[in-house]
């Protein structure tokens, strides 16, 4: 049983994730001796961003523009975090597609978790995760985590978004990563942020047709950029690349029409045109692929998995894990041993993950008692320095991007807001007439967030018309506050497993708890070089 | 009598309270049910789905007989449902099945089902026990260790939420129309008869503290909660864990305590399993459901991993080929257990028109307690024969004597 380095004692570090705040948060982990084990489903290091960002930086020699030049200078900045965190030593383990995430309290009975928290008298958390690596399914075990997922693009629920042929941009700049592969039809391209105007330009590089960018940032939100003018020049060569992309799209000759809105597709089983109105004309636009985008907001599947707190962000109209400075959670008013870094933590962008996650690592630290609270201080100063400082940045382009009512809110009725089991806004004001308390009530009246996705793509637009609903009682009630703090409105209860895993597996699960079978073969865990394939069941990925 | 606002209040707006309330709003009276928040512990949304009468009663012949009868009656229920609201709970009784994995197995399924047949002096009790060949006939998808099982006539299965959206709807069409978010404070009996009950509502009115919990940070008890008072000729405790508390304000006693069963949901798949089994069964819209778990884990009701792998290998062993099958969900409940098992049908020695029920079957006595509670309720009297579930079967000697001291 020795012999198997996941199954031995909980290990000291896990980190969840090898995007840039996993590999940071790592590299910090390690530089304070701590034995620290990554978990990961892509192949490779990278994460979203810098994904596949190996293999696509060793080709950069060749004489073409590879598709290394066309991801740009920021995309090959990435290789020297990914060399240090190859040289770091932690032990890394990619392909592992993770199902669960529990706090396993040790004083609360034999093996038992405690996802409700009803022994006040724990001491210290052991933390529980559920992963299926090489198709087989095992529970690790960890004295901290640190959580570091990433973001999802946010869903974007207008009238038949849910057509064959309307995809993700983000996820579409994903696979252009990943493979190399683009769409070759023509293109359009609706939505709003950094995003939009970058992965426009790449696909355009790439030689794709885009018949028209359609901006849905509202106009007035782009009056706001007058407001905010310092936090706007705080980094004055993003602000002039973000203009620079632009350009470059309009010099392409693609269409960029401002200010679009009431998005809705069309077609009879797909895609056949995009309908908006601009400048107070109806419109309607031929198109075999529309790519959506507006924004993204945190992956906060784990962190809801293992049922600790959360808050809903009024400026990135998003629920994120609660933490405290130092990015550690919480559950029933109790810090736990479970940190957050990067995105997942609220979204700040891939330079800012590397802060904030050598900020959790230090304190993960200082929690295992290898730094005294001074140095843990001392060490961590220039990473809060340098993290507000990309927060003003952040602060600039969450304020002008910020997604139109329309998205956070659908006001079309029949927009569809639970794909799988087909609920629309429409069903949901009618139980919420009916009486429905909140999302978990709204499973029992409607299905709704039950279907195969398990409310991957409904949760946040459920807990937005709550949060809308219960913004607006409190309104009527005409309390004293008016702004009242960032609370949750409700979510959905998130139980495992959150990533796909067959019965087979399950009964199979190697608890480490109990005697396991010798005869199968304990997954490999690489020193640091190579690579592992992915498993089958993680093959679909996450649109960022 | 002075005319109350309404002649009965029933609160808890899970299966069992909402079937009541049916009941007693199509026997037309005038009915408020109340529910509470968003975060509160519901079995009835945890419920596997079964109408299950096999092996029920055996030692107590009143429950099987009481069993059987909500089973008989389930077709009208479904078939009044839809009448009423148009939500179809989807009731089928093919029969039940339980496998049996070794000879020891089907020897005691034999034993019991013949108890409770002599027991319950029904000679068309209608079981068989089915031999490995006949098991297969019709449960192909029976696995090499299945040695044979026990069928019987009565056993069907429903979706359960579709079962508690139809009876909520159908109170809606009504005019009961279901408060949430409405916590009962106090039940007070008036003078001369009815009650008044104190209730509060507001997204914070919810019975969290009822098990130990501090309630959520962020919803502060004075946030945007209302308070009211209710006036009733009747009051019905159905409200599940949250009866106990209820009960002692008007004289009744309700000993329950949570069991935790634990469920997991697969994916869609073509029609492979047409007889229902206590852990194992295939809803309509062809997902497998797998349960049978039972612990002790006080309020909590989370779906540890390791319960679950026990349910799926268990499963498996009975059902081999749903292995492929992926898991679309998997999630804890809390069985409203009493103390023997059997429900709890209770009404106050103190104060006439106040009752309590509590039972961890409410789909299968749904039929029941449509068609038969909601009459004791309307006439204020429990019948003699059900006197058999009464709480009063808990008190022990001594606690009499304590009482008197």
């Known amino acids: 049983m020795s012999e198997d380095p996941l199954a031995s004692s909980p290990v000291e570090l896990a980190v969840i994730g090898a995007g840039p705040a996993g590999m940071a948060a790592a590299i910090e982990a390690r530089a304070h001796g701590i034995e620290t084990l990554v978990l990961d489903e892509q192949g490779a290091p990278g994460g979203q961003v810098y994904r596949n960002i190996e293999r696509i930086c060793a080709h950069e020699s060749g004489a073409d523009a590879g598709p290394a030049d066309l991801l740009g200078k920021d995309y090959r900045r990435g290789m020297a975090l990914v060399d240090a965190f190859r040289g770091c030593g932690a032990r890394y383990l990619p392909g592992a597609s993770i199902w669960d995430l529990a706090l396993k309290c040790p004083f609360d009975g034999q093996g038992a978790d405690a996802r409700g928290g009803r022994s006040p008298a724990l001491r210290e958390d052991l933390v529980e995760i559920g992963i299926v690596h090489r198709r087989r399914a095992r529970l690790l075990q960890a004295k901290t985590v640190i959580v570091a997922t990433g973001s999802l693009e946010r869903p974007v629920p207008v009238p038949g978004a849910t057509l064959p042929g309307v995809m993700g941009l983000g996820a579409v700049q994903s696979m252009l990563k990943a493979s190399g592969m683009v769409p070759d039809v023509p293109v359009v391209i609706a939505g709003s942020g950094p995003l939009v105007y970058l992965a426009t330009k790449q696909l355009l590089m790439a030689g794709v047709s885009v018949r028209a960018l359609l901006l849905t940032t509202p106009s007035d939100r782009l009056r706001r950029v007058f407001s905010s003018l310092p936090d706007a020049f705080s980094r004055p060569k993003d602000l002039y690349k973000g203009l620079r992309w632009r350009q470059e799209i309009v010099r392409k000759g693609v269409p960029v029409l401002r200010g679009v809105s009431d998005l809705a597709i069309e077609g009879e089983g797909r895609v056949e045109a995009v309908r908006f109105e601009h400048r107070s004309c109806h419109r309607r636009l031929p198109a075999y692929l529309a790519l959506l985008h507006e924004g993204v907001i945190a992956n906060a599947h784990l962190t809801l998995a293992a049922s600790l707190a959360h808050r809903w962000d009024r400026r990135q109209h998003a629920l994120r894990p609660l933490t405290d400075d130092w990015n550690q959670t919480q559950r029933d008013g109790r810090e736990r041993a479970v940190w957050v870094a990067g995105d997942c933590a609220g979204i700040a962008g891939a330079s800012a993950a590397v802060h904030s996650a050598r900020i959790a690592a230090l304190s993960a630290a200082h929690h295992l008692g290898r730094i005294d609270r001074r140095r843990r201080n001392a060490l961590a100063r220039p990473a809060f320095k340098a993290l507000a400082f990309e927060r003003r940045f952040r602060r600039f382009l969450e304020r002008i991007f910020e997604p139109a009512d329309e998205v956070l809110r659908p006001r079309d009725l029949r927009t569809m807001v639970c794909r799988c089991e087909e609920v629309s806004v429409a069903d949901i004001e009618r139980a919420i007439e009916q009486g429905c308390s909140g999302p978990n009530q709204l499973k029992a009246f409607l299905r709704c967030g039950m279907g195969p996705c398990q409310g991957r793509m409904c949760a946040g637009i459920v807990s937005a018309i709550f949060e809308d609903h219960a913004r607006r009682t409190s309104q009527g009630k005409d309390r004293s506050d008016p702004s009242p703090p960032d609370e949750d409105p409700g979510h959905f209860r998130i139980r495992p497993p959150i990533r796909p895993l067959r019965l087979g597996q399950l009964a199979n699960l190697e608890t480490g708890d109990v005697e396991r079978k010798g005869s199968l073969d304990e997954p490999k865990i690489e020193a640091i070089r190579g690579e592992d394939s992915l498993n089958e069941d993680n093959s679909g990925g996450e649109p960022r | ?405």
């Open chain 2, 1 to 405: 009598m002075p005319s109350k606002e309404y002649d009965a209040v029933v609160i808890g707006a899970g299966l069992v309270g909402a079937a009541i309330a049916y009941g007693l709003v199509r026997i037309g009276l005038r009915v408020a049910v109340l529910d509470e928040g968003d975060s509160v512990h519901r079995p009835s949304h945890g419920n596997f789905g079964l109408v299950w009468v096999q092996g029920k009663g055996v030692g107590r012949p009143e429950y099987a007989r009481w069993t059987l009868e909500s089973s008989e009656r389930w077709f009208d229920l479904n078939a009044s449902l839809v009448e009423d609201c148009g939500v179809d709970p989807g009731y089928r009784r093919p029969g039940g099945i339980t496998p049996a994995l070794s000879e020891d197995e089907l020897c005691a399924l034999k034993t019991m089902l013949e108890r409770v047949r002599s027991e319950s002096a029904a000679a068309d009790f209608e079981f068989e026990i089915l031999d490995d060949a006949r098991i297969r006939t019709l449960l192909p998808a029976c696995g090499p260790e299945v040695v044979g099982g026990a069928w019987t006539a009565y056993d069907g299965h429903v979706d359960p939420l579709r079962l508690l959206r139809a009876l909520h709807a159908s109170l809606d069409l009504h005019g009961a129309r279901v408060r949430s978010q409405t916590k009962v404070r106090a039940i007070v009996p008036l003078p001369g008869g009815g009650f008044e009950i104190a209730v509060a509502s507001g997204p914070s009115a919810s019975s969290e503290d009822l098990a130990g919990y501090d309630p959520p940070k962020g919803s502060s008890l004075d946030g945007g909660e209302t308070n009211k008072r209710l006036q009733a000729q009747r009051v019905v405790i159905a409200a599940g864990h949250g009866s106990k508390a209820l009960g002692s304000m008007v004289g009744i006693e309700v000993p329950v305590s949570p069991e935790h069963g634990q469920i997991l949901v697969t994916e869609r798949t073509a029609s492979i399993l047409e007889y229902p089994t206590l852990s194992v069964r295939q809803s309509d819209e062809g997902s497998i459901l797998l349960g049978g778990s039972k612990e002790d884990r006080g309020f909590d009701i989370s779906a540890p991993v390791r319960t679950s792998a026990e349910i799926a290998a268990r499963s498996l062993r009975i059902f081999p080929q749903i292995a492929k099958l992926r898991i679309v969900r998997s999630w804890g409940a809390l069985r409203v257990m009493t103390p023997d098992g059997f429900p709890i049908y209770a009404a106050s020695d103190e104060y006439a028109g106040a009752f309590a029920v509590a039972c961890h079957s409410g789909v299968t006595l749904a039929a029941n307690h449509v068609w038969q509670t909601s009459r004791w309720i309307e006439r204020g009297t429990i019948p003699p024969e059900m006197a058999c579930f009464s709480p009063r079967r808990f008190e022990s000697p001594s606690s009499d004597v304590s009482k008197i001291a």
